[in-house]
């Protein structure tokens, strides 16, 4: 009897989240044989660089009927509704990741929600391990759109605890087993429009660099151009809309910068982070197109944000990017944080240069019709000043007021 | 009548911060000729890369008495007792600022008042403009730690409105003048060991971009070696103490550090800030050694600090900041904030690897003796294994618990 | 010469913020022989006690033209769009106040600047003294408003700075004076329908009790009814809407809670705060309906909100109250956390029950058609219990596992 | 076989948090009987008001070795250590609850830990269901202080799931079952000297009022005194010292408390709280002492903490409340925010006085000889005025700043 909570009750059909590779093959061949379900597979694409046909090819051939078989490409969605609002926040979790995996997972798990709801089905499953975030993310999203839905989470579940039995079950089940899959993976990936990231293995020890190989979506910072790439970036309302003056939807736009981040070598980084499931791991992320977008709305916001607007937004943050990489994208708190956020883009509106150079992203110049540096918003009215110097005074006299106090009664006590 | 508070009693004794420059020593004269009272000058060696013999030069010159002619090499105290604290918080001003301004001028203010309180002075005075923050930093430092004192901030008191009047204020009192400075700056310049820093005139227009010959501590990225430099960096308790094995003091271990990153064309910021005082400015901030030394936290914490402690502080951080930015250094929330965050610090202790490129610092290894990363750690005894991916199905139920609820009141209400 | 920054140009017309009482006449003829211009009073009724037509009456009296007078009854809009947003957030300054004064001034300020446009006045004037926060609350309003305004603040630029010199200027001016405003009053009171407060002279020891002939708004604890009265209030997405089941519109619902609360002593609280100006003063504050109406938000929103959502709103309540308490209302960071807040109250509807005695509101009950409470809401379908007490070995296993590193490091640093 | 964690090694000795009544011998005897193990029974008086030798009576006669029972008197401990640094930051739950039951667990924790060590014990067990929060606190203080320990929480393994169940098992083992224990209680009860909390069937509709018997710790508000009792408490960096004068140790001085607080029905709060495992609870809570210290301590802090140091620390108290009802004592960041809690309490001292009367504290009187309220420290030498009013315009002016820009920019915008 398995242990999970998903066991209790029969299942009658299922929502896989389907890539079409060799462990989520297994997965539904496990979920039919396992719990003698009907299962629907969900193919997404998020960017993540793989075609999407070979997944329905192989879902058919594991039996599944072609009206169980979803495929969406969601790019668009994936960048406007997601990657967008969360740049507006220049969320960074533990003040360097860019949240390329969290940001993902709550539209793959909205979108096996809604297939559950259209077509009936009482169960999810995914493909996520036991220890990592994912599972987190994906099933606090299911329980939040479905409050009654079973969750399968066969990595947890399961004994193919060894690459040999996943093997075993493969084989019996005449699950097609690509050559390079036989031998065991150096790094497990995971990508998308917004990055691709590597873990485990050879990443294991935190003290050796990552071997050059890992890395898939830039090239060396140290092969990269010998001149530097200097590029504008349009932005409406906190969002990115155009690049070197042409208009460009969200997902051909995040596109672009990737395809520009690649060649210079940005968006790299080596991280040991903080798990929500409780322990360190170390992995590397790549987030070329991220990395430019995430400075240049930092450089539009320089010139159009209040500093209250800007100080609130840089101390909310941390708390912003926790709950998206907890996997709370679809809690109250996300929503009422995000709301805040948003208020503050009315007139993140502008154009910004910026200088790609072997690994770098350098703001270099910054305009924007609602600038509030603008030297004409400064001066009120012809011939006056709006700053009058002696003002600084009282304005340091009476800051200063309570520390006087303070420093009077150090002395009083002879402190 | 003058409108400055500090006019409305007679000043027997100022202190003054004096740089031996043309501006502190138009200051001194016009002390000695608008108060009519003995001026003690204070000139510190923070690295700003000055010689100060000729301060006291200058200042017999000007007819200070040799006794009221203070000089003091303040490098260590100034990267011990504030650079360091300062980075223990991961502190950057606006997301991008490590402060380097900011946190000298505590340092100086002390300085000023210990010599006031010794030699019984009853004012000081500063050189910095109406405009801008320092001012405020100079003030509330002296106000906290002598609250009776006077202080003379002379461009908010002054007619020396122009180039012009000062330059014959200048030749009127026989102070000499270097033929470069005869004309007007194109930019203004503050440094210490932490930083130097640039503004107005021809980086006032935050579209284009800083011109080359604004930097001075660091070579262009562009011209930096074509292969990386690598290093490693040892830290105790929070602090650097090392720098590729060789035990260094702070000061020392801050200029080789400034060496590596000058050399690599690390550290360059062009940044529009708001200042406290309500405007925005668009600075050029160069911090070589600074820039390195925060990667180098980051990454020796990302190992020997738990996600609590870390988290806590990153959501601290944009507070202490603004504190340290603000100038309330000698406040008691800056105060209780160091508390806690050097709690925080006891076993961030190891060694960091970290490779220096054409502008970029990139970790690629960190080792340390209380690393939480450590494998042993995970495994709590023989055989037995710390974490049961079981317990992960219980953790996202009680998680996904009121997100339920809530999905349950939605569901009820058809929404 | 005047050192206000506001007498630097010539002022026109001005819109005074006009009580009708002695001071703000005085102030009104002081305007108009100082400046030499056309004064325009606005006199709001916004709950504090007192008849408005004498006001007119005496305006006439004082020379000022009767299209120039400007009587308004804003209780309405007051407690609508100012009171009602700020108690939807539990707004407690320091813990404790209300603040009853602070969320008055910013309406205020608004009226007399729509009133200055209409009629092309490019000055406004306020009767607050110079030591208090609310000359900040005004102006910080006027200029956020009306950035090129002229902001006239009387009492920090003229000489009658003794109560002799008031009088004389009122009698020179034929300015009519109470019999009992020619002595010093013991104390200042500020009052509108959210509460009244006093301060000053009587109060100032804060060892000794506030003396119950300072209370104008509730009768003394002791000498309330000794029986309970029990109310129930309904609320309607975060505000209230009625009283024992009569809907009310908000300005008469909070009259109503008033005599309620005065009845049975409610809302009676000596405190020592923190001016934003810099020292700490003592205040004696009555808020009877705003007391009873605080615990019964706090009471709905106890079964109606998310955890996330009402931990997230505490953890931002203080500065949420800081902005109102310095007169921040109308900023950019106090709208975003307005549209933080108010994005959680979409279910905040229900009715509680509170007892009111002698002194105390004590909670009793509550009911939602959107609790979260509800037992329906926690089993998720037939037969099932949405929560398995197994989960909750998993949750803290995984919550625990950090801390057992921890552990782990200290035991093996024999700590 | 058991779903516990725990179950999966064999366990030699297990330390048990014992009272000595029928749910925890029952516990004992379970332990015995399912474990095989030798049991050892901690029994703690921290002023839950009962007799402790009766449980050793009761833990002989269930066969537990003389030297195998341990019984402590915690009280001075629990207050000095963890009731009074906790109420350092004037810690609230949901803004109402005092966390007296969240406090007292870290401590038992504690004390069962130390004895595992000092007798060899691999195991603790606790009587806590596997529905609430304090199997969490429990849990979380045996890992962080023993990673390798054992836990064992009989509630969430064995199958004594009724009443019937649970009593047929005493009956079994010769358990002796007093009278008034065969019916299930009508609600659950906690109890220390801090407070008393009660849970449960009559108290499951948060619609309807707390019978009165429930209540233990106080009288009824209506049946107090008719007359006021006026105390002084005096603090000592932040800890209260004495009442009236009388220098009491800090569970005599709580336990005094406890006493005025009763007779004058003070401390009663009915609330629905969340639940760190997921789900909303009706509690009623009596916190007769800990109600009037909250208040004394808020107002010594009103003269003696500055205003820098008040709002950081309210500002942190909401995250730090959570901290201790979740069960993070034993954490770091719980031990970083004490560290800057405690920094702030240097000079809280002085002495506080309160009206006690029919269920309200009102405060009416402060001193100390470090109020920074304190008239001579306003003005800082003879016959000069430390706040000139005409800073304020100043102060004013560089704080609009930032808003007259924003305001000129909606202008500009015609908005």
Chains 1, 2, 3, 4 share one sequence.
């Not at 150096?186 to 990443?203: I, M, R, W």
């Not at 890992?214 to 590029?231: F, N």
């Amino acid at each position: 009897m398995s242990l999970s909570p998903s066991s209790e009750k029969p299942v009658k059909k299922v929502v896989l989240a389907y890539s079409g590779g060799l462990d989520t093959s297994i997965i539904l061949k496990w979920l039919q044989t396992t719990y003698g379900c009907e299962v629907i597979t969900f193919t997404a694409d998020l960017g993540q660089g793989e075609e999407l046909e070979p997944a329905r090819q192989k879902a058919l051939l594991l039996g599944i009927k072609p009206e169980n078989i979803f495929i969406e490409d969601l790019r668009e969605e994936f960048v406007r509704d997601y990657v967008f609002p969360m740049f507006r926040a220049n969320a960074q979790y533990e003040g360097l990741y860019l949240l390329g995996t969290s940001i993902a997972r709550p539209l793959i798990a909205k979108k096996q929600i809604e297939i559950a709801e259209k077509l009936g089905a009482d169960a999810v499953a995914h493909g996520a391990t036991g220890k990592g975030n994912d599972q987190v993310r994906f099933e606090l999203g299911y329980y939040a759109l479905k409050p009654d839905v079973t969750v399968i989470a066969p990595w947890r579940e399961w004994d193919l605890t060894s690459r040999t039995a996943l093997l075993e079950f493969a084989e019996k089940h005449q699950i097609p087993i690509a050559k390079d899959k036989r031998g065991e993976a150096p790094f497990s990936v995971d990508a998308n429009l917004l990055h691709a990231s590597s873990e485990g293995k050879v990443l294991e020890d935190p003290a050796l660099e990552v071997p050059d190989y890992v890395y898939s979506r830039t090239i060396d910072p140290e092969k990269a151009p010998d001149t530097p790439t200097i590029i504008t970036i349009g932005f409406e309302k906190g969002d990115a809309v155009s690049i070197d003056g042409e208009a460009l939807s969200p997902a051909s736009l995040l596109t672009k910068l990737n395809a520009l981040g690649r060649a210079n070598g940005i968006g790299r980084l080596d991280l040991v982070e903080n798990r929500f499931v409780g322990m360190k791991s170390r992995g590397m992320y790549e987030t070329p197109g991220g990395t430019i977008l995430y400075f240049g709305h930092r450089a539009i916001e320089s010139i159009t944000l209040d500093r209250g607007a800007a100080h609130l937004k840089d101390e909310l943050m941390p708390k912003y990017a926790e709950l998206i990489y907890n996997g709370f994208w679809f809690s109250p708190e996300r929503e009422m944080l995000q709301a805040l956020i948003d208020k503050s883009q009315e007139f993140v509106t502008g154009t910004v240069r910026l200088k790609l150079y072997k690994g770098g992203v350098h703001i270099i110049g910054r305009e924007s019709p609602y600038s509030l540096y603008d030297q004409d918003l400064v001066t009120f009215e012809e011939g006056a000043v709006a700053y009058d110097h002696r003002d600084a005074a009282g304005f340091i006299k009476l800051n200063a007021l309570r520390l006087r106090t303070l420093g009077q009664r150090k002395k009083k006590l002879g402190l």
